[in-house]
């Protein structure tokens, strides 16, 4: 910094440091034409303020408008923006089979705080996996505290037969119990655990930009705004994790034949991204657990339970037709077109007139290099799009694969239209994933766009896998600490058992980085 600047700076704060003032207090600040505002001051430099007035909503200050500023002088208001809110959903897994149910509760306290609240019950075979998580905030939206329970029961042996087929008449045992809690206690954070094993403690670095991944998402929503990366504690995996919240996207999708503009809530971390649409009404139509492999869709209090079993929604994977590759469906607003010939797979996005097509290219030669097949598709695609024309080309990956990107752009049917084609490494042969929407519509669905990527089915025998994700995980811990009793040739690798309903449901896979 420039000496010369320095007692300017100095000049234009506030000449007294801040008192300590309690942590739901707020500034007033007297403006010279009469005006007063509540709120926090969060810059003060070079005679520019800026007063967080609630959350997610500052103003700016020149200093000559202030009068004067009282620190810590009024108290802290209601977080307005936190909205009392209670929601049941029915939980599909790949194949669209109801395979539990989840509950949200989120309640505004009167000392200005919230409590975030959500319950969730699935099936997997014969076990029962039971999860509970609750987080809160004080008046000024900072996490406070956080609390994780998870159990797993199956029935007793001899159950089904002394009672009735209904789980309600079964005897269970407890498989498995774990209990986190995680207190804030200044720059540090308190974690507990209990298990069979019995309580364990240890604590973490915690700054005032740590949150928790229920709080993250909810302030998300409330706020409709994108927020920088985050450091989080998940009492899930009780582990600091890195995600990034974008409650400002808009977007339109077809709900029974009708266009309607939608909120995305996005949280997007190393394993992926999950999106939450939200209506105008502030009605949750659809929330993502683990991408389009594990979706919630809206139900009542008396029906989610029932529906379990017995409801389904469409498949969230397309496949084509002899099961050598697929598409995992990025959300309800592509839907996948059938019936295709063999060697093709198609999605389109009615909201937008948007189109996917993942194509097999037969008639090259085994030993074609990926360069002349780029060449031989942008020939094939000049003359499919004769009014789009190829401005771009990279070298690239596709889920591990050498690929090459061709970007197209021009005027289809009187609409400014773009189009990428990814050429793809395939089995001795070649791919091609064709991404075509307006132009107008490209930013909207660009994020649909890069999850296709990033999840294309490329081996079929990924389209019959294993359950990924929480239940996968704890069956690898499972298979894990059975290995560590036996010799390397004494363990039996079996696949994670799959989320079943009756009748049997197939077996699910979490798209990579979905």
């Given at each position: 910094?420039?000496?010369?600047?320095?007692?300017?700076?100095?000049?234009?704060?506030?000449?007294?440091?801040?008192?300590?003032?309690?942590?739901?207090?707020?500034?007033?600040?007297?403006?010279?034409?009469?005006?007063?505002?509540?709120?926090?001051?969060?810059?003060?430099?070079?005679?520019?303020?800026?007063?967080?007035?609630?959350?997610?909503?500052?103003?700016?200050?020149?200093?000559?408008?202030?009068?004067?500023?009282?620190?810590?002088?009024?108290?802290?208001?209601?977080?307005?923006?936190?909205?009392?809110?209670?929601?049941?959903?029915?939980?599909?897994?790949?194949?669209?089979?109801?395979?539990?149910?989840?509950?949200?509760?989120?309640?505004?306290?009167?000392?200005?705080?919230?409590?975030?609240?959500?319950?969730?019950?699935?099936?997997?075979?014969?076990?029962?996996?039971?999860?509970?998580?609750?987080?809160?905030?004080?008046?000024?939206?900072?996490?406070?505290?956080?609390?994780?329970?998870?159990?797993?029961?199956?029935?007793?042996?001899?159950?089904?037969?002394?009672?009735?087929?209904?789980?309600?008449?079964?005897?269970?045992?407890?498989v498995d119990e774990r209990i986190v809690e995680a207190t804030r206690r200044g720059e540090r954070l308190l974690v507990q655990r209990l298990d069979k094993n019995g309580r364990s403690e240890r604590d973490l670095p915690w700054t005032a930009d740590h949150n928790f991944p229920l709080l993250a998402r909810t302030l998300a929503r409330a706020r409709g705004a994108a927020t920088t990366t985050l450091a989080l504690f998940d009492p899930a995996t009780e582990e600091?994790?890195?995600?990034?919240?974008?409650?400002?996207?808009?977007?339109?999708?077809?709900?029974?034949?009708?266009?309607?503009?939608?909120?995305?809530?996005?949280?997007?971390?190393?394993?992926?991204?999950?999106?939450?649409?939200?209506?105008?009404?502030?009605?949750?139509?659809?929330?993502?657990?683990?991408?389009?492999?594990?979706?919630?869709?809206?139900?009542?209090?008396?029906?989610?339970?029932?529906?379990?079993?017995?409801?389904?929604?469409?498949?969230?994977?397309?496949?084509?037709?002899?099961?050598?590759?697929?598409?995992?469906?990025?959300?309800?607003?592509?839907?996948?077109?059938?019936?295709?010939?063999?060697?093709?797979?198609?999605?389109?996005?009615?909201?937008?007139?948007?189109?996917?097509?993942?194509?097999?290219?037969?008639?090259?030669?085994?030993?074609?290099?990926?360069?002349?097949?780029?060449?031989?598709?942008?020939?094939?695609?000049?003359?499919?799009?004769?009014?789009?024309?190829?401005?771009?080309?990279?070298?690239?990956?596709?889920?591990?694969?050498?690929?090459?990107?061709?970007?197209?752009?021009?005027?289809?049917?009187?609409?400014?239209?773009?189009?990428?084609?990814?050429?793809?490494?395939?089995?001795?042969?070649?791919l091609v994933l064709t991404c075509v929407a307006p132009a107008a519509a490209w930013d909207e669905l660009a994020a649909d766009f890069v999850f296709l990527r990033r999840t294309v089915e490329l081996d079929a025998r990924a389209l019959q896998p294993e359950l990924q994700g929480p239940i996968a995980?704890?069956?690898?811990?499972?298979?894990?600490?059975?290995?560590?009793?036996?010799?390397?040739?004494?363990?039996?690798?079996?696949?994670?058992?799959?989320?079943?309903?009756?009748?049997?449901?197939?077996?699910?896979?979490?798209?990579?980085?979905?």
């Amino acid at each position: 910094m420039n000496p010369l600047l320095l007692p300017l700076l100095l000049a234009c704060q506030d000449p007294s440091p801040p008192p300590q003032v309690p942590a739901t207090a707020r500034d007033v600040i007297h403006l010279k034409n009469g005006d007063t505002i509540e709120g926090r001051i969060t810059a003060s430099i070079d005679g520019y303020l800026e007063v967080e007035i609630e959350a997610g909503a500052t103003i700016g200050l020149a200093g000559n408008q202030v009068a004067s500023i009282k620190r810590g002088a009024a108290a802290a208001a209601p977080s307005a923006a936190i909205d009392r809110r209670t929601e049941w959903f029915v939980l599909h897994d790949a194949s669209g089979q109801a395979v539990g149910w989840l509950s949200v509760v989120v309640t505004p306290r009167a000392d200005g705080g919230f409590t975030a609240n959500e319950e969730y019950e699935f099936q997997n075979g014969a076990r029962r996996y039971q999860v509970t998580t609750q987080a809160s905030a004080d008046a000024q939206l900072q996490p406070t505290s956080c609390y994780y329970r998870e159990r797993v029961t199956e029935p007793v042996l001899g159950s089904l037969t002394l009672f009735s087929a209904d789980r309600a008449g079964l005897q269970e045992r407890i498989v498995d119990e774990r209990i986190v809690e995680a207190t804030r206690r200044g720059e540090r954070l308190l974690v507990q655990r209990l298990d069979k094993n019995g309580r364990s403690e240890r604590d973490l670095p915690w700054t005032a930009d740590h949150n928790f991944p229920l709080l993250a998402r909810t302030l998300a929503r409330a706020r409709g705004a994108a927020t920088t990366t985050l450091a989080l504690f998940d009492p899930a995996t009780e582990e600091l994790v890195q995600r990034s919240y974008d409650g400002s996207r808009r977007r339109a999708v077809v709900i029974d034949g009708k266009s309607v503009q939608v909120t995305e809530v996005a949280e997007t971390g190393a394993t992926g991204r999950n999106a939450e649409w939200v209506d105008a009404s502030a009605r949750t139509l659809r929330r993502e657990l683990a991408g389009p492999a594990l979706v919630a869709v809206p139900s009542s209090a008396s029906s989610a339970r029932l529906a379990v079993g017995s409801s389904t929604i469409a498949s969230a994977i397309a496949t084509e037709a002899t099961g050598a590759f697929g598409l995992w469906v990025p959300n309800p607003a592509w839907l996948a077109r059938a019936p295709m010939p063999a060697g093709q797979v198609a999605l389109a996005c009615e909201a937008h007139g948007a189109s996917v097509h993942l194509s097999r290219l037969d008639h090259l030669e085994a030993d074609t290099s990926l360069s002349v097949a780029a060449d031989a598709v942008t020939s094939w695609f000049r003359l499919l799009q004769p009014q789009l024309s190829v401005t771009a080309r990279e070298e690239t990956t596709v889920r591990d694969r050498a690929s090459v990107r061709l970007t197209a752009k021009g005027r289809s049917q009187g609409v400014d239209t773009t189009a990428t084609l990814d050429v793809i490494a395939h089995q001795g042969r070649f791919l091609v994933l064709t991404c075509v929407a307006p132009a107008a519509a490209w930013d909207e669905l660009a994020a649909d766009f890069v999850f296709l990527r990033r999840t294309v089915e490329l081996d079929a025998r990924a389209l019959q896998p294993e359950l990924q994700g929480p239940i996968a995980q704890r069956e690898r811990a499972q298979q894990a600490k059975v290995a560590r009793h036996k010799g390397p040739q004494d363990v039996v690798r079996t696949p994670a058992p799959a989320v079943e309903s009756k009748p049997k449901a197939p077996r699910v896979r979490i798209p990579n980085g979905g």
